[in-house]
């Protein structure tokens, strides 16, 4: 069970190892590209305030759907950083429940990074992990992808932050968790003085829908999630979600929430080819996240979560057994034959030894119509992964990196026990007649417990 | 079968004119000659549009001018 812990009650060792963890999603690329796994969240985030197909508007505010959506959201954050360093969880910003020094103390480099101060913009983040310009905390910089900027390429925060009236109290959350029914419940969760009055008293980039490129999102939201999990536990039950059903499609107890929702919508934001591709089974309702505990995490303050330090959390102890990436590419340009399932394969040997604790495959295919492709990663026991079934139609060339969050089979390999040392192969195959195409290249990169 | 009626309302707020269309299936505002997306929480009501994601607004009258505001602050 992951626990996740007041951020202000982390050690230094507990902050360090959450950041980079971070500032490592914020800088594994995807190959020839500057989008990272840490954009591709942003761009969920900027995408689904403006969805089309069988959902319309937003998917994730301003209905029912928010606090599952977002539940959802940073617990695929918190499963990725746990790639990186699987003893890490998301801890959550107390703001509003806990002392004012709670808050205050987070903004500082070591750990989330202090208030805006500087820049061409006044309001630029300019030392910590999450300065645009690299420093002894962050040899990498953290730069907002072009696409999903808003204010400028560094990070921007208001210079102080209000903490005055408006700002969340204990007595106004105690109100809010008072509410017996939900559609008050979550709008009063939802709006002033609450998440949104976080957000907007941030400022600058996390006043704006592309807010998940500020990092305090996570925590911030994983405050809301902590606040909705108090409501729940005195109201139990799917029969106190929505229970009048009310909102659109997409914000009801059993309807399917993008982009978990098997290709049924569609963003109407020019985001689209920031974002993962999911499988069309990979499915989620709010229904199928209520229970919080059930997905594998409990907050420290709740009855029954085990305590820090019991070697089954967020690390409270020392310092974590460094993992080992194992790195292979090679470019066989290799004819991919026209219809002929038997396809072609090619190789690479990993040395080392070790299970399975993230995967990440890079792929350079040129063909004229990729929907004939169907792409198979095999590991060196003999374990499957489909990373590409004949999808994409009538589209050129798969440059594409794989990963367990996009790859339900490739997360499957990370579960325990797939060794990782040995060797893997990339088979692909042409299913349709005509187009042609070659695999150029391809590289894997396995993380390995040792 | 009876034509809907839409009423238009123009204000002008720090030098800008903002209209609000009111018919009896949509509601539109603009600010100058732009055209702002809004729409309503679904439970309360209130009006959310996409360049001030997080605040609500009682009315569209209200969201026009806040809007003006925040174009102004940049």
């Known amino acids: 069970m992951n626990v996740r812990k007041n951020a202000a009650s982390l050690s230094d060792a507990e902050w360090r190892r959450f950041m980079q963890a971070v500032v490592k999603l914020k800088h594994t690329f995807y190959a020839g590209s500057d989008l990272s796994l840490y954009d591709q969240f942003v761009a969920i985030h900027v995408a689904v305030r403006g969805l089309g197909g069988a959902q319309s508007g937003d998917g994730a505010h301003n209905g029912a759907a928010f606090l599952a959506w977002h539940r959802e959201y940073i617990r695929r954050f918190e499963k990725a950083l746990q790639l990186v360093d699987p003893q890490v969880s998301l801890p959550y910003w107390n703001w509003g429940l806990g002392p004012l020094s709670d808050t205050t103390s987070l903004f500082v480099d070591n750990r989330i990074g202090p208030l805006g101060s500087g820049g061409n913009s006044g309001f630029e983040i300019v030392s910590g992990y999450l300065a645009r310009t690299p420093n002894s905390i962050n040899p990498l910089g953290w730069v907002i992808h072009p696409q999903l900027r808003v204010q400028g390429a560094g990070l921007q925060r208001n210079r102080s932050l209000d903490t005055g009236p408006g700002w969340p109290t204990a007595v106004g959350i105690g109100n809010v968790l008072g509410q017996v029914v939900f559609q008050l419940f979550r709008p009063g969760l939802e709006g002033a003085p609450n998440h949104n009055t976080v957000h907007n008293r941030m400022g600058r980039d996390m006043a704006a829908a592309s807010s998940p490129n500020d990092p305090i999102f996570f925590l911030h939201h994983c405050q809301v999630d902590r606040i909705w999990a108090k409501w729940q536990v005195d109201h139990p039950g799917g029969a106190n979600y929505n229970p009048l059903g009310s909102g659109g499609q997409g914000h009801r107890l059993n309807d399917r929430m993008w982009p978990w929702d098997g290709g049924d919508s569609e963003t109407t934001r020019a985001v689209t080819e920031l974002l993962p591709g999911l499988a069309a089974t990979d499915i989620v309702q709010p229904v199928d996240i209520l229970d919080h505990r059930s997905l594998g995490y409990c907050y420290d303050d709740e009855p029954g979560c085990p305590c820090a330090g019991n070697g089954n959390n967020n690390g409270g102890g020392g310092e974590p057994q460094q993992p080992i990436v194992l790195r292979g590419e090679t470019r066989p340009n290799l004819i991919i034959p026209d219809n002929v399932p038997q396809g072609v394969a090619s190789n690479i040997t990993l040395n080392g030894n070790g299970s399975v604790l993230n995967i990440t495959v890079s792929v350079e295919i040129t063909h004229t119509w990729i929907g004939d492709l169907r792409i198979t990663l095999i590991s060196p026991d003999g374990l499957t992964a489909l990373l590409h079934d004949q999808n994409g139609g009538d589209t050129n060339d798969i440059r594409r990196t794989f990963t367990p969050t996009n790859s339900a089979d490739l997360a499957n390999m990370t579960q325990g026990g797939v060794q990782g040392g040995g060797t893997w192969g990339l088979h692909i195959s042409d299913n349709a007649n005509r187009d042609t195409g070659r695999l150029i290249s391809w590289s894997i990169e396995v993380t390995v417990s040792v | ?51 001030l994601p997080y605040q609500t607004f009682g009315t569209l009258e209200e969201l026009g001018k806040a809007f003006v505001d925040s174009e102004d602050s940049d």
């Open chain 2, 1 to 51: 079968m009876a034509r809907k009626s839409k009423n238009s309302k123009k204000i002008e707020y720090r030098n800008v004119k903002i209209e609000i269309i009111s018919g009896q299936t949509e509601e539109a505002i603009k600010i100058g000659s732009k055209g702002i997306e809004s729409s309503r929480d679904a439970d309360t009501g209130t009006y959310v549009c996409d360049e």
